[in-house]
Each structure stands twice: as structure tokens, then as C-alpha cells.
């Protein structure tokens, strides 16, 4: 079936830094949604990319959807505490429009941030 | 409801005993989905409910798994002689109606199974 490869599985940054996480795929998405999941909760969607080139921004979140529609990357500016959790990229599996019922996760990037 | 819920936050159970899991899911979202999150890992597709019916059952482990889905709401996940390497976050999602058109997926908080 569809794998979603993302790097790095984990990083520890100071506050105020940049962070760059990306996600890769041997299949091609037609959609790539980034998440956010804190402990003890359910994901949140954070970011959904659903064209091929596009660079979509959430505050400061930036995402891309790569050209080839096999990776994507997600980009936070200026880190603080509270983006502490593990982000994960998700895609559909199977047709958008009929069969893609499912989402297929990729393992999660943990994010710490030193105050 | 307000969001997705999910009950009960946290079972433990011994192997072999049976378990229910509920989930409520967005009131008026006809799509519901099942995933299952093993420790440190991403989540696994289990099983999706349009209304009622289950066009997409793939997902389920092997045959203990079961679910079902009422009056296109509430869903019960079953999983009958649970196994150790049952033990997971069993998490639920709702959208308005399935993905197509890009619905997001609204998740619960899930609930913890630990098998001893």
C-alpha cells in the first residue's frame, strides 16, 4: 500500500528558530494535509495542500505541495512553546473522488521547544 | 455535540476478555472513520461509515475486529479475546460528508486500550 516517509522523526530547537519537516511518498497524493496532535488529544489539521506547486501559509505555518505530488514539506517561523507535538503528514489513499476514504499517515515529526 | 467524544478515555482489560469502544461522532457529519495509533507511531486506517454502511472495512486487523454504526451516529469499534498487541490509542474522526471535496477530518481524543 501508500507510505508517507517524514523527516526528521524528531527535533529539539530553541525557542524563536525556524523548523523545516518533510514528508515523501514512492505513489503520487493528489492531497497533502499536515497535523498537529498535543498529547492526550486528537490530531487538528493544520494545513491541506490540493494542488501540485501550491504553497499555502496558516499564520506561521507555511506548506508546499511538491511539483512531482510526492513529498510536501511544512515550515514554522519563529518556534514558541506551544507548537510543542508531533506533526504528521497525511494523505488519501485510493481515488479522491470515490475510494479515497481513507487517510494514509505518515510517523510523525516530535517537536520539542526549549523555552 | 461540540466536537467528536469519545468514550471510555482509558480501558484496561485482560487478554482474552472482549472490549467496546464508542465514538459520537460531530453532529450531522455522515462520514465516520476508525484509526488505530500504536505507541510512537503514525495512525493506521481502520475501518469508514458513510451513514450507516461501511464501504471501506479494509482496514480491520483480523476478524476479532468489528464495528457498527446506528442511526448515523453513534459507532461502537468491538474487539472480541483482545491480544496485548491490541493495546493502542484507538482514535475516531467525523466529516461532513467523506473526503471528496476536501472535508476535513475532525478527530476525538480517542481512548487508550491496554491489554495485559
Known amino acids: 500500500g501508500q507510505q508517507l516517509n517524514q523527516s526528521p522523526q524528531s527535533m529539539f530547537i530553541q525557542e524563536g528558530e525556524d523548523v523545516s519537516m518533510n514528508c515523501t511518498s514512492s505513489?503520487?497524493?493528489?492531497?497533502w494535509l499536515w497535523y498537529k496532535q498535543e498529547p492526550g488529544e486528537g490530531p487538528v489539521l493544520l494545513i491541506a495542500l490540493y494542488k501540485a506547486g501550491e504553497l499555502t501559509s496558516n499564520g506561521r505555518l507555511t506548506a508546499q505541495f511538491g511539483i512531482t505530488r510526492k513529498d510536501s514539506f511544512l515550515n514554522i517561523s519563529a518556534s514558541i512553546p506551544s507548537d510543542v507535538g508531533i506533526y504528521f503528514c497525511?494523505?488519501?489513499?485510493?481515488?479522491?473522488?470515490?475510494?479515497?476514504?481513507?487517510?494514509?499517515f505518515g510517523e510523525g515529526t516530535q517537536l520539542t521547544v526549549n523555552p | 455535540g461540540a466536537g467528536v467524544s469519545q468514550s471510555p478515555s482509558n480501558k484496561v482489560t485482560e487478554k482474552g476478555k472482549d472490549v467496546e469502544l464508542r465514538c459520537d461522532p460531530i453532529?450531522?457529519?455522515?462520514?465516520l472513520y476508525w484509526y488505530r495509533q500504536s505507541l510512537g507511531q503514525g495512525l493506521e486506517f481502520l475501518i469508514y461509515?458513510?451513514?450507516?454502511?461501511?464501504?471501506?472495512k479494509s482496514g480491520l486487523p483480523s476478524d476479532r475486529f468489528s464495528a457498527e454504526r446506528t442511526g448515523g451516529s453513534v459507532s461502537t469499534l468491538t474487539i472480541q479475546r483482545t491480544q496485548q498487541e491490541d493495546s493502542a490509542v484507538y482514535l475516531c474522526a467525523s466529516s461532513y460528508r467523506g473526503l471528496a471535496g476536501g472535508n476535513e477530518q475532525f478527530f476525538g481524543p480517542g481512548t487508550r486500550l491496554t491489554v495485559l
Open positions: 461509515f458513510q451513514g450507516n454502511s461501511a464501504p471501506d
Open positions: 505513489s503520487i497524493f493528489n492531497t
Open positions: 453532529s450531522g457529519h455522515t462520514a
Open positions: 497525511a494523505g488519501p489513499s485510493g481515488v479522491w473522488e470515490t475510494s479515497g476514504s481513507r487517510l494514509t
